[in-house]
């Protein structure tokens, strides 16, 4: 699968057959970083939300959240997420394919959590896109796999995955960025079947140079390409929460 409409076409039957509650909690290994690396709610851009478990939670703690996705069933449950839990002010949902569309503005935080897909689409350039995406000072999350779960669609592929530095060098970030985390620790997953696996995951927080990590009201009206759906949802965009 290699164009737009296969990735919409995905990722709907891939939300619209799933449990409603799958995906709704955070990744505790986001809620980790935030907590120790940017403790202070601002604006954030989660990229393939998914059904909002990592949006949600961070607009609870005060967050200003645009959360991402090329699923119409998943931008809605999160719309419904953030309603039932009080925060539907500080949730925007934007549909968008992340190959083609991308969120205006820059944030105090950028999450890329399991940004994967079996959809051919240029991953490198979208995570240099969210690189471009992180205000002065703000952060730039990328947790992904690092090995294959046994419910993955890559197992039994020979699939070699990256390792920390290099996702890190493959940004060409500038030397006004510092490396907070980056490491491949692992951890028990669950599965949408319940079962666990041992499984390897990259964490990389990077820190971009600056003296701010806030955005304008200006800034924050942003989205123009976007495509309208729920609370300020907007465009085209490239969901890839395979959570593990």
Do not use: K
């Not at 696996?197 to 200006?218: C, F, K, M, P, Q």
């Amino acid at each position: 699968m290699n164009s737009a409409n296969d990735s919409a076409s995905f990722w709907e039957n891939h939300y619209a057959g799933m449990d409603a509650q799958w995906g709704t909690t955070p990744n505790v290994v986001l809620a980790d970083l935030v907590a120790d690396l940017a403790p202070t709610p601002a604006t954030a851009l989660d990229l393939g939300c998914g059904h909002g478990g990592d949006a949600l939670w961070l607009a609870v703690r005060g967050w200003d959240v645009t959360a991402v996705d090329v699923s119409r069933t998943a931008l809605d449950r999160v719309v419904a997420g953030a309603a039932a839990t009080g925060v539907a002010d500080r949730v925007r949902a934007e549909r968008h394919d992340l190959a083609a569309t991308f969120p205006d503005g820059t944030y105090a935080l950028v999450a890329a959590t399991y940004f994967h897909t079996p959809v051919t689409i240029a991953r490198e350039d979208v995570l240099r896109r969210a690189a471009r995406a992180v205000a002065p000072g703000g952060l730039l999350a990328v947790i992904e796999h690092a090995s294959a779960a046994p419910w993955s669609w890559q197992t039994g592929q020979d699939v070699r995955f990256p390792t920390p530095d290099e996702v890190i060098a493959s940004l060409r970030l500038t030397n006004d960025w510092h490396v907070e985390r980056g490491e491949a620790p692992q951890r028990t997953a669950t599965g949408p079947d319940g079962r666990t696996a041992t499984v390897t995951d990259n964490v990389i927080a990077l820190r971009r140079g600056g003296w701010s990590t806030e955005r304008t009201a200006e800034e924050r009206g942003g989205g123009a390409r976007a495509e309208s759906a729920g609370i300020g949802c907007a465009g085209t965009a490239e969901s890839a929460h395979w959570r593990a």
